[in-house]
């Protein structure tokens, strides 16, 4: 499956984060944003944390079915980094269907990779779109049956 190359070329276990607890969409962002800052020391948790807000203020990137796939573009020479978090309770995330959310994928591409941005998502949005996929996320309950499900669907 395309998405599986996807998932596995943008995660790691260090990025992947079960059962996080967070009361706001800021709080699960700073989540996200820590979780990749301490597997990847170059970037720093504020300027990613910064980047994802003023991202979610030009629209949100909550898709739906309890998804939100926060996303923004770094200058880094990493490349495109994902980091994948579930929550134990879902936050309001001014979604499309505006359910809350309970899983974030986060994405950083680097500022000229418009192309490998755009395949990315649509990636991703696929492979939130199956329902077995999202059931299989959160019934994970320690980050590496988590990372296991993101890469195994």
Do not use: W
């Not at 395309?2 to 943008?10: K, P």
């Not at 979780?35 to 020391?41: E, G, N, Q, S, Y």
């Amino acid at each position: 499956m395309v998405h599986t190359m996807q998932i596995t070329s943008l995660l790691t276990p260090g990025r992947t984060v079960c059962r996080a607890t967070a009361d706001t969409k800021r709080g699960a962002l700073e989540i996200l944003a820590g979780a990749i800052a301490r597997d990847i020391p170059t970037l720093d948790a504020e300027d990613l944390l910064r980047r994802f807000l003023a991202r979610e203020r030009l629209g949100t990137t909550g898709i739906g079915h309890g998804i939100a796939i926060p996303h923004c573009r770094i200058d880094n020479s990493v490349g495109a980094v994902g980091a994948l978090v579930t929550l134990v309770a879902p936050v309001n995330f001014d979604a499309l269907d505006s359910r809350p959310v309970d899983i974030l994928f986060a994405m950083m591409v680097p500022e000229n990779a418009h192309q490998e941005h755009l395949q990315n998502l649509a990636a991703l949005a696929s492979a939130f779109n199956k329902e077995q996929f999202r059931q299989n996320l959160r019934q994970a309950t320690t980050d590496n049956e988590l990372y296991q499900a993101a890469i195994n669907p």
